[in-house]
């Protein structure tokens, strides 16, 4: 799914993250790391937010240095605190990503209906709450048909309606898409919910695969 190429992001001096080189399989991930570890710095980076030095492929073949284009067109992202623009509608938002993702007709009714945000979608984002802006912050992560989903986060904020949702979403689109996850949280995932979940550890500034016990 993932390789990572002598991979380093810094920040001026300081060295925020460095991957010589790793393979992630396709799958669903559980990214642990303390504070500051660089978590979020790694799914910026593989979302190509971040600038970095080296390379990552996905799919073994499609680089986001080299072909961003078509690379950011599979891999989708959901911040920890989204911002957009207040002046814009939850559907206009939902309108620009889901042409810019490719989304097949009726795709983003569905997400609407079935995360209850039908009463308030059509009102200006400035006027939503910090659990309506995360729950269309991960509506728009879902939208096209990417390979990798990176959600920074996801089970903060919004209620716990909500996250069960949110976790078949997940169990669902891996299961028939076959799209892989990574997520960063200080809480581990639900076993029950995501039985086949994986750890990868971000450590002493490099990242890491833990094997399952």
Same mark, same amino acid.
Request: charged share 20%; no cysteine; hydrophobic share 40%.
């Given at each position: 799914?993932?390789?990572?190429?002598?991979?380093?992001? %810094?920040?001026?001096?300081?060295?925020?993250?460095?991957?010589?080189?790793?393979?992630?399989?396709?799958?669903?991930? !559980?990214? %642990?790391?303390?504070?500051?570890?660089?978590?979020?710095?790694?799914?910026?980076?593989?979302?190509?937010? &971040?600038?970095?030095?080296?390379?990552?492929?996905?799919? /073994?073949?499609?680089?986001?240095?080299?072909?961003? @284009?078509?690379? %950011?067109?599979? @891999? /989708?992202?959901?911040?920890?605190?989204?911002?957009?623009?207040?002046?814009?509608?939850? %559907?206009?938002?939902? $309108? *620009?990503?889901?042409?810019?993702?490719?989304?097949?007709?009726?795709?983003?009714?569905?997400?609407?209906?079935?995360?209850? +945000?039908?009463?308030?979608?059509?009102?200006?984002?400035?006027?939503?709450? $910090?659990? +309506? +802006?995360?729950?269309?912050?991960?509506?728009?992560?879902?939208?096209?048909?990417?390979?990798?989903?990176? *959600?920074?986060?996801?089970?903060?904020?919004?209620?716990?309606?909500? *996250?069960?949702?949110?976790?078949? !979403? +997940?169990?669902?689109?891996?299961?028939?898409?076959?799209?892989?996850?990574?997520?960063?949280?200080?809480?581990?995932?639900?076993?029950?919910?995501?039985?086949?979940?994986?750890?990868?550890? @971000?450590? /002493?500034?490099?990242?890491? &695969?833990?094997?399952?016990?």
């Amino acid at each position: 799914m993932l390789h990572f190429q002598k991979f380093e992001k %810094r920040y001026g001096s300081f060295p925020a993250l460095k991957i010589d080189e790793l393979t992630i399989e396709p799958g669903i991930y !559980w990214i %642990r790391g303390v504070n500051g570890s660089g978590k979020s710095t790694l799914l910026k980076s593989i979302a190509g937010i &971040l600038s970095f030095k080296g390379d990552i492929l996905l799919n /073994n073949s499609i680089s986001i240095t080299k072909q961003p @284009v078509a690379y %950011r067109k599979l @891999v /989708n992202f959901a911040e920890a605190e989204p911002l957009f623009p207040e002046f814009l509608t939850g %559907r206009e938002m939902i $309108s *620009l990503f889901a042409d810019a993702k490719g989304a097949p007709a009726g795709q983003e009714q569905q997400l609407i209906e079935s995360m209850y +945000m039908t009463s308030y979608i059509d009102g200006p984002v400035g006027s939503y709450s $910090s659990g +309506m +802006m995360k729950k269309l912050s991960l509506l728009l992560a879902f939208l096209g048909k990417p390979d990798i989903i990176l *959600l920074d986060e996801p089970l903060i904020t919004i209620d716990t309606a909500s *996250l069960k949702i949110l976790y078949g !979403w +997940m169990a669902e689109q891996h299961a028939q898409q076959g799209t892989s996850f990574l997520l960063t949280s200080h809480q581990p995932l639900d076993p029950e919910e995501l039985p086949n979940a994986k750890e990868l550890l @971000v450590e /002493n500034q490099t990242l890491n &695969l833990q094997e399952n016990e």
